[in-house]
């Protein structure tokens, strides 16, 4: 069979599989072996998730001894996809000792990234080599999980603040009704103030959105 025919895969786990064996010779020119991994498409163990696209886990951490990668379901492009396989493999390779420290940062300039060790994402050569590997990898067998825009209505927000010491506090909406709290410090009751926050213009929402799309990870 041609190398050029593209592969079939009917689920995520096959297709990413099938990517680390195609990113090993990118690895193995730069000096360093992939090590044993299992890789699956979810959500990373992050307090942002919004915006955290993989995450590698420490073989200690895993029943298996392997280093568990997770691409985000955010992800739908192959290129994508593999960019940000390839940043976590860096830390497959350090067994996540360094997180994004001067280890994991030789490993992934070595390997073709660039760009702040967090959001390392990979440079134009490699992502040439990475658009063929995905060619020939065939279709991504996912379509990206869009998560919900943040609720509109939070348009002001209610605090409450002293006005003798500054001390200032958020009021919940249910409990903003009931009046300001009593400032801790002075012993007087509070003001309650209210904050504006500003609605994005259709510019810094794409410039907002823009940014999200940079590769931001995070390693336990």
């Not at 090993?24 to 991994?37: D, H, L, M, R």
């Not at 895993?62 to 990668?69: A, C, P």
């Not at 396989?85 to 070595?110: M, P």
């Not at 002075?186 to 929402?205: A, G, I, K, S």
């Amino acid at each position: 069979m041609s190398s050029n025919i593209a592969q079939s895969h009917t689920t995520r786990e096959s297709w990413l599989q099938a990517a680390v064996h195609s990113l090993e010779p990118t690895f193995s020119k730069a000096g360093f072996a992939i090590p044993p991994v299992k890789i699956s498409c979810g959500w990373p163990a992050s307090s942002a998730p919004r915006t955290t696209l993989g995450q590698c886990w420490p073989r200690e951490r895993s029943g298996d001894l392997v280093n568990e990668i997770f691409v985000s379901p955010k992800l739908e492009d192959p290129v994508e996809v593999l960019d940000t396989l390839v940043h976590e493999l860096c830390h497959a390779i350090d067994d996540c000792h360094s997180g994004h420290g001067e280890d994991f940062k030789e490993i992934a300039q070595c390997v073709g990234l660039e760009g702040p060790a967090r959001s390392a994402h990979a440079t134009e050569e490699l992502k040439v080599r990475l658009m063929m590997i995905a060619e020939r990898l065939g279709q991504y067998p996912h379509k990206a999980i869009v998560f919900p825009p943040p609720r509109a209505n939070n348009t002001q927000r209610a605090k409450a603040k002293c006005g003798q010491c500054g001390y200032e506090v958020n009021l919940l909406k249910k409990w903003a009704t009931m009046g300001a709290p009593i400032c801790p410090k002075d012993n007087v009751r509070m003001e309650e103030v209210v904050t504006d926050l500003l609605q994005e213009t259709p510019e810094e929402e794409q410039e907002r959105k823009d940014k999200e799309k940079e590769i931001k990870r995070a390693v336990s």
